[in-house]
């Protein structure tokens, strides 16, 4: 017998969250031990198809995505055609391998080039009806839909999931990304990728838990009605030895207990009183079980961004250090270059100050020699110290020279 957990609404998505891909699928599985592949996908209509739908957050930095089949089928309890949900939470993928083209089990997807997504899963799948379907048993308005109700006990338990879908719809370019997530465990679900409450356009969603397949009850009403079996009567004098008989028991017990049928009454009473109240636990406790799922995941998702945003804030750290560091190291060296400029400066102007010097007086003993009239001692002098000044001259400048000074009289 199959029964049905809910689970309380999550805040709406994000608004870039982008639906890449919706395309017919066709799922294949295999059974525990078995070698022969089951494969699902003709839904209630035939005509229809099984679609899978991938969402995918982007974000190069915390990818997050959200997987789910979806199986037109026609369920006893909904006044409306409905879809069959199956959902793959990106937590319990253990790795998403893609090839293509592949050749498809059969032709429901027609001659197009096909791709094959094959899931390895932790845990396996959830299955989801709406919430207003009863499921204690779930039935089906239509055989072709029985037929798909027949093989979710199996789909429900197994961790290799194939899906065939068409390649245009999943190029590589779309798939790569996510493939690379969940090979680095580092996919995400999306905010209301987990939110039974928000589905079926906000009736709400119940995951399908199955028991023992030995215990299940038929999935739908096609079992003819058996021949009512005809009663052997006694003969007439049994008749009325019977009717004595049973008339003293029936005396005798209620003067003993009182009146059965009341006590028989309130026992089945009080037994139905313990399973409802039973069933209702089990819903409880599984409602607690998906919250604190839901709240697990959020954790270690937050754990995982405080420690990225704790790595980049070290890093930044690290490298303001390294560039105050720098900074300090140019001020000194501007510093320095400041004073050798000014030490240059000051050397310079020291030594043009005192050539300016020497120049003037040179000037004025040519001008008093000029004066009083040049002789023959006073023009060696004068050779003499003008030889010598533009030697020292060329000398200071680091001129290489070899050169006669000639002074003649006008």
């Given at each position: 017998?199959?029964?049905?957990?809910?689970?309380?609404?999550?805040?709406?998505?994000?608004?870039?969250?982008?639906?890449?891909?919706?395309?017919?699928?066709?799922?294949?599985?295999?059974?525990?031990?078995?070698?022969?592949?089951?494969?699902?996908?003709?839904?209630?209509?035939?005509?229809?198809?099984?679609?899978?739908?991938?969402?995918?957050?982007?974000?190069?930095?915390?990818?997050?995505?959200?997987?789910?089949?979806?199986?037109?089928?026609?369920?006893?309890?909904?006044?409306?055609?409905?879809?069959?949900?199956v959902l793959i939470?990106?937590?319990?993928?253990?790795?998403?391998?893609?090839?293509?083209?592949?050749?498809?089990?059969?032709?429901?997807?027609?001659?197009?080039?096909?791709?094959?997504?094959?899931?390895?899963?932790?845990?396996?799948?959830?299955?989801?009806?709406?919430?207003?379907?009863?499921?204690?048993?779930?039935?089906?308005?239509?055989?072709?839909?029985?037929?798909?109700?027949?093989?979710?006990?199996?789909?429900?338990?197994?961790?290799?999931?194939?899906?065939y879908v068409p390649?245009?719809?999943?190029?590589?370019?779309?798939?790569?990304?996510?493939?690379?997530?969940?090979?680095?465990?580092?996919?995400?679900?999306?905010?209301?990728?987990?939110?039974?409450?928000?589905?079926?356009?906000?009736?709400?969603?119940?995951?399908?838990?199955?028991?023992?397949?030995?215990?299940?009850?038929?999935?739908?009403?096609?079992?003819?009605?058996?021949?009512?079996?005809?009663?052997?009567?006694?003969?007439?004098?049994?008749?009325?030895?019977?009717?004595?008989?049973?008339?003293?028991?029936?005396?005798?017990?209620?003067?003993?207990?009182?009146?059965?049928?009341?006590?028989?009454?309130?026992?089945?009473?009080?037994?139905?009183?313990?399973?409802?109240?039973?069933?209702?636990?089990?819903?409880?406790?599984?409602?607690?079980?998906?919250?604190?799922?839901?709240?697990?995941?959020?954790?270690?998702?937050?754990?995982?961004?405080?420690?990225?945003?704790?790595?980049?804030?070290d890093g930044a750290?690290?490298?303001?250090?390294?560039?105050?560091?720098?900074?300090?190291?140019?001020?000194?060296?501007?510093?320095?270059?400041?004073?050798?400029?000014?030490?240059?400066?000051?050397?310079?102007?020291?030594?043009?100050?005192?050539?300016?010097?020497?120049?003037?007086?040179?000037?004025?003993?040519?001008?008093?020699?000029?004066?009083?009239?040049?002789?023959?001692?006073?023009?060696?002098?004068?050779?003499?110290?003008?030889?010598?000044?533009?030697?020292?001259?060329?000398?200071?400048?680091?001129?290489?020279?070899?050169?006669?000074?000639?002074?003649?009289?006008?």
């Amino acid at each position: 017998m199959s029964q049905a957990t809910t689970a309380s609404p999550e805040p709406d998505e994000p608004a870039n969250l982008h639906v890449t891909s919706a395309a017919p699928a066709i799922i294949e599985w295999k059974h525990d031990g078995d070698d022969a592949a089951t494969v699902l996908s003709d839904p209630d209509p035939r005509s229809h198809h099984v679609t899978f739908q991938m969402r995918h957050l982007h974000d190069p930095e915390q990818p997050a995505a959200s997987l789910a089949l979806h199986i037109p089928a026609k369920l006893k309890g909904s006044t409306r055609d409905t879809q069959i949900l199956v959902l793959i939470p990106p937590a319990r993928i253990l790795s998403l391998d893609q090839e293509s083209p592949v050749a498809a089990p059969n032709a429901k997807l027609g001659s197009r080039p096909v791709c094959r997504l094959t899931f390895h899963l932790r845990s396996p799948v959830d299955i989801v009806v709406p919430a207003e379907v009863p499921v204690a048993p779930l039935r089906a308005h239509k055989a072709a839909t029985g037929q798909v109700l027949d093989l979710l006990p199996s789909l429900a338990r197994v961790t290799r999931l194939v899906l065939y879908v068409p390649a245009n719809a999943f190029p590589k370019h779309k798939l790569e990304p996510i493939c690379a997530a969940v090979a680095e465990r580092r996919l995400d679900p999306t905010d209301r990728s987990d939110d039974l409450a928000s589905l079926y356009s906000g009736r709400g969603g119940q995951i399908l838990r199955f028991g023992d397949p030995d215990d299940a009850p038929p999935l739908y009403d096609d079992v003819p009605p058996s021949a009512p079996v005809a009663p052997i009567l006694p003969e007439a004098s049994t008749q009325a030895s019977l009717r004595e008989k049973n008339s003293r028991k029936r005396s005798r017990r209620d003067r003993d207990s009182g009146d059965p049928t009341e006590e028989g009454r309130s026992r089945c009473c009080s037994s139905d009183e313990v399973m409802m109240a039973l069933v209702a636990m089990r819903k409880q406790m599984a409602m607690q079980e998906d919250r604190m799922s839901q709240q697990s995941r959020r954790i270690d998702t937050l754990e995982r961004q405080a420690t990225r945003y704790q790595a980049e804030l070290d890093g930044a750290q690290k490298q303001a250090a390294v560039l105050r560091q720098e900074l300090d190291d140019a001020q000194e060296q501007i510093a320095l270059l400041q004073g050798r400029v000014e030490v240059v400066e000051q050397e310079d102007l020291g030594r043009l100050d005192q050539e300016i010097c020497g120049l003037r007086e040179d000037l004025d003993a040519l001008q008093e020699a000029e004066e009083r009239g040049f002789d023959s001692d006073a023009e060696n002098r004068i050779a003499d110290a003008v030889t010598e000044r533009v030697t020292s001259e060329m000398l200071d400048s680091g001129v290489a020279y070899n050169a006669t000074v000639t002074f003649s009289r006008p």
